[in-house]
């Protein structure tokens, strides 16, 4: 509490004194405390659009890391052979979601780097029966690659080749059985299996699902929101943009 007091004058003969109860004003306090929740929330957006916050969130999701391709590839130039060192790599929260990267470089460990923020930015959702297994049985044919996928009991485990294994070890499937046929090479493995656990790998209006072009009648269309591509996939989108 303030006090202030006021002398006699020629107009009020009569002392004067004024108490303010209200010091510091309340409503300055309370314009600060606008000031610093509008300040917080910016921050927080901030933090939100921010690459490098983006990537620690999703590495502290991707608590399995998995890279199964390691090879020195070549590339022929016109001035001579570009040899560089190759990673494939598999992430996943082993609670249904999972991706896959590829990185090329020099040096391994930047190969490395390139395909761990590959995979975080290519990580999807995959639906699950009872949070351990697949719907039902299903089938893809990647190049000259045929896998198929069935669903097991409780406690069957993952009878499957080892790439797979890895790959449904990471999106968190429990109890399945796969056969392959044609081709085992890891990387068609590893895409076909990533491509037949998400599904909704060629949905309308974006291409063939293997980096092909979309339909010819489909050009002119426009960007569409996130809720038509939701629609045509089937299922929800999960925010995990990096840049």
Same mark, same amino acid.
């Not at 560089?84 to 790599?89: A, G, N, T």
């Not at 045929?146 to 009991?153: E, F, K, N, S, Y």
């Given at each position: 509490m303030?006090t202030?007091?006021?002398p006699?004058?020629l107009r009020?003969?009569?002392r004067g004194t004024l108490?303010l #109860?209200n010091?510091p004003? #309340?409503m300055a306090?309370d314009?600060?405390l606008?000031?610093s929740?509008?300040?917080?929330?910016?921050?927080?957006?901030n933090?939100?659009?921010? !690459?490098? /916050?983006?990537?620690?969130h999703?590495?502290?999701?991707?608590?399995?890391? #998995?890279?199964?391709v390691?090879?020195?590839?070549?590339?022929?130039t016109?001035?001579?052979?570009?040899h560089?060192?190759?990673?494939?790599?598999v992430v996943g929260?082993?609670?249904?979601l999972v991706?896959y990267?590829?990185?090329?470089h020099d040096? /391994?460990?930047?190969?490395?780097?390139?395909a761990?923020?590959?995979?975080l930015?290519?990580?999807d959702?995959v639906?699950?029966f009872?949070q351990?297994t697949?719907?039902?049985? /299903?089938s893809?044919? %990647? $190049?000259s690659t045929?896998?198929?996928?069935?669903?097991?009991?409780v406690? %069957?485990g993952?009878?499957?080749n080892?790439n797979?294994?890895?790959?449904l070890?990471?999106? $968190?499937?429990k109890?399945?059985s796969?056969k392959v046929?044609?081709?085992r090479n !890891?990387?068609n493995?590893?895409?076909a299996t990533c491509m037949?656990?998400?599904?909704?790998?060629a !949905?309308?209006s974006?291409?063939?699902?293997?980096?092909?072009?979309?339909?010819?009648?489909?050009a002119?269309a $426009? /960007?569409r929101?996130?809720?038509a591509?939701?629609?045509d996939?089937?299922?929800q989108l999960?925010?995990?943009r990096?840049?």
């Open positions: 303030h202030e007091r006021y006699k004058r009020s003969p009569i108490n #109860y010091d004003s #309340y306090v314009q600060e606008n000031e929740v509008a300040a917080n929330e910016a921050n927080e957006a933090e939100e659009k921010n !690459p490098a /916050m983006l990537v620690q999703l590495q502290q999701c991707a608590v399995h890391k #998995y890279p199964l390691k090879r020195r590839v070549t590339q022929q016109g001035k001579g052979k570009k560089r060192m190759y990673q494939l790599v929260n082993g609670a249904g991706g990267g590829e990185g090329k040096e /391994m460990s930047e190969a490395y780097s390139k761990h923020l590959e995979a930015r290519n990580m959702t639906e699950r009872e351990r697949i719907w039902t049985d /299903m893809i044919k %990647f $190049g045929r896998i198929l996928m069935r669903p097991r009991p406690g %069957f993952l009878h499957c080892p797979i294994h890895q790959v070890k990471a999106a $968190g499937i109890d399945v796969a046929w044609g081709s !890891p990387i493995v590893i895409k037949l656990i998400q599904s909704g790998n !949905p309308l974006m291409g063939n699902g293997i980096g092909g072009k979309g339909k010819r009648l489909d002119g $426009g /960007m929101g996130k809720e591509i939701e629609r996939r089937g299922r999960v925010d995990g990096t840049w």
